[in-house]
């Protein structure tokens, strides 16, 4: 069965560009391994274009209200509860997850807009102890101006989503840069803001790319007050690294390692059926899956009975073929060499279930 391939630009001050070297690049899915989309191979220039579109839509924007910020978030929150399904059927096809996880999601992302879309009305300052006689001190609270918000491949329209809401909130226009390998939803969804005339041009702008130079790019940018990252440690130190060459604010949301403490005295069945959730939920891509488990002494044959089990009876397929799945693909051979990378490196572990690929 041929796949159409659907082609994407990039978002920059109001206007449906290329890349400014012309390039593109595929996005596959992952469950298959065909391209269903080219978006934009972005560039410096392209950087350069896209922040310079931000600063000069800074000024207007700085001069909302609260209420005008808020309105605009909760119209965004009811594009995404209209065009839920599309969303969440793009989602599914480019992260390769199961269809029902991907709907899920769809009322998060607009939960969370409707809620910074309160929080914009709550920004507040204080009074504080006077610095010198004859003086008024306060606090107020200011925007910073440009956000970068660089976002991961496993939950990309929720993680732009939770970038975008607060820095708009509060006064801030943003630069996005979603993952190369799940651009769809991202550039889907501002598809429809931009249709239906609700951001102003230069105050969200998206750039497609590689890390380096578009993810890069931002980071060094003198104009680019804050980054925001949802991504690998490694990566976040870089951030931090370049970051500080121009003092500009870092928020990092990193990978993590969850353990499961299991004492002597839970129901092991319990547990099993928490693990397989879980430690298997988005085919175990989650910065807080459950990656190991500490057992006690008593409890740990037991536990292992009902974990084996557990796991052998996942569902585990292509999403476009059953909503009945519990897992889809991981998102690239280099995840998948990256899994079993752990089996290699698990010196005396003995192997009860799995251990092998799903069929490529």
């Not at 990309?156 to 799940?182: D, H, I, R, Y």
Request: glycine fraction near 10%.
């Amino acid at each position: 069965m041929s796949v159409t391939v659907t082609s994407y630009k990039n978002l920059v001050g109001g206007e449906w560009v290329d890349s400014t070297a012309g390039e593109t690049m595929e996005v596959v899915n992952p469950a298959t391994g065909e391209a269903i989309a080219e978006v934009p191979r972005g560039t410096g220039e392209d950087v350069e274009r896209a922040v310079a579109a931000a600063k000069q839509a800074l000024p207007e924007w700085l001069e909302t209200t609260p209420g005008e910020r808020a309105e605009l978030l909760l119209k965004l929150a009811d594009l995404i509860d209209e065009h839920a399904e599309e969303l969440a059927q793009l989602e599914s096809t480019n992260v390769g997850k199961p269809l029902p996880a991907a709907r899920d999601e769809m009322p998060v992302c607009s939960d969370n807009l409707r809620f910074f879309a309160g929080a914009a009305r709550l920004l507040e300052g204080k009074s504080t102890g006077e610095y010198m006689r004859g003086y008024t001190s306060m606090l107020r609270r200011e925007p910073l101006g440009i956000v970068a918000g660089i976002t991961p491949w496993n939950y990309p329209l929720m993680m732009a989503v939770w970038k975008l809401g607060p820095a708009l909130a509060a006064g801030n226009v943003q630069v996005v840069k979603p993952s190369e390998q799940t651009p769809l939803t991202t550039l889907r969804f501002v598809q429809l803001a931009h249709g239906a005339g609700l951001v102003p041009a230069g105050v969200l702008n998206v750039i497609t790319g590689d890390g380096v130079p578009v993810g890069e790019g931002l980071v060094k940018h003198p104009d680019v007050r804050l980054v925001s990252l949802t991504g690998d440690v490694e990566t976040g130190k870089i951030i931090a690294r370049t970051a500080a060459d121009t003092l500009k604010r870092v928020h990092l949301e990193l990978g993590g390692k969850a353990p499961v403490v299991v004492f002597d005295d839970a129901d092991p069945a319990a547990v099993a059926e928490g693990i397989k959730i879980a430690g298997y939920w988005n085919s175990g891509q989650d910065c807080t899956a459950a990656s190991r488990v500490v057992a006690g002494p008593r409890i740990y044959d037991k536990l292992l009975e009902e974990l084996v089990p557990a796991v052998e009876s996942l569902a585990v397929g292509d999403p476009a073929e059953s909503e009945e799945l519990d897992m889809g693909p991981v998102i690239s051979k280099d995840q998948q060499d990256r899994v079993f990378g752990f089996l290699e490196r698990a010196k005396g572990a003995k192997v009860l279930t799995g251990g092998d690929s799903n069929g490529g």
